[in-house]
């Protein structure tokens, strides 16, 4: 077992973490709007079928569930409570959510996925953070 928290992509992850830490409003619309194209493409379902497959094969379900934690600091508003509603916490979360969990997890088992499929799934922060999350 790893002593890295997310396994042996812990390095990319850590810097994409930062990177959409760093996110302003504007890179952050213009992900959640990239996002919501290219989740209607062939593509992108393919991506995903590959990645889901990748996880459960990989054995890297620690590490997965490890990654929870931080994006849920970054993407939950700073007066979140405890004591709303499942659906209510799940309303508030900063749109960008959704496209980074999917960027993190393709990250996560990139080294087990097509290059095309990573690719595919971080599209959406191409020109953001992609130049720095590489490697």
Do not use: C, H
């Not at 700073?78 to 004591?83: E, F, I, L, S, V």
């Not at 393709?106 to 953070?129: N, Q």
């Amino acid at each position: 077992m790893s002593t890295l928290p997310y396994g042996p992509n812990t390095a990319v992850i850590r810097r994409f973490l930062v990177r959409l830490a760093g996110l302003g409003s504007g890179d952050k619309a213009a992900v959640v709007a990239r996002y919501g194209e290219l989740t209607r493409t062939k593509a992108w379902e393919s991506a995903e079928t590959l990645l889901a497959t990748a996880i459960e094969r990989s054995g890297r379900d620690p590490q997965r569930d490890a990654l929870s934690g931080p994006l849920l600091q970054l993407v939950r508003p700073a007066d979140a409570t405890a004591t709303i509603s499942e659906d209510d916490a799940l309303a508030q979360l900063d749109p960008v959510a959704e496209p980074a969990l999917a960027a993190l997890l393709a990250l996560l088992v990139r080294d087990l996925l097509p290059e095309a499929a990573v690719g595919t799934l971080m599209e959406p922060f191409g020109g953001i953070v992609e130049a720095e999350v590489g490697g």
